[in-house]
């Protein structure tokens, strides 16, 4: 069995001094996550989410790579795959979707998108990660 590397972020904006999390739609499915890809070449975590958000959003993001949770799960081919996640702040961004991948996005405070996210595992990263952004923002 091999092991896949993914990096990926929780994006987020401030809205009522509380985080508003970026959803995207797979376009070959019914699953409801965040932004995130396969590491390529020789690219670092943080440089894979980064290019993964630009490619999937259009969003220019700068990760906050203080805290991260990670993310296991086996996949239908047989590999196992590991994705790391980190945070991004945005401010108010315009979205552009990568047609291919994504067929829809949201921003959801956090309560509302544990609803929608379609994975025990993602809701847990979800859960870790609004414990360390709300801290943050006090």
Do not use: C
């Not at 999937?56 to 990760?63: Q, S, V």
């Not at 047609?99 to 990263?125: F, G």
């Amino acid at each position: 069995m091999a092991t896949e590397i993914d990096g990926g972020a929780l994006v987020y904006k401030v809205e009522n001094h509380k985080p508003v999390y970026l959803l995207e739609k797979s376009a070959t499915s019914d699953f409801w996550g965040f932004p995130k890809g396969h590491v390529e070449g020789d690219e670092s975590l943080e440089q894979t989410a980064i290019r993964e958000i630009k490619e999937e959003t259009n969003i220019d993001a700068k990760i906050d790579t203080n805290y991260s949770v990670d993310a296991e799960y086996d996949m239908k081919n047989g590999n196992h795959k590991v994705v790391t996640f980190y945070t991004s702040k945005v401010d108010d961004p315009a979205v552009t979707l990568q047609k291919e991948e994504i067929s829809d996005y949201v921003w959801q405070p956090y309560e509302q998108a544990r609803k929608t996210i379609t994975y025990d595992n993602l809701r847990n990263v979800l859960d870790q990660i609004n414990d360390y952004v709300e801290k943050k923002l006090g």
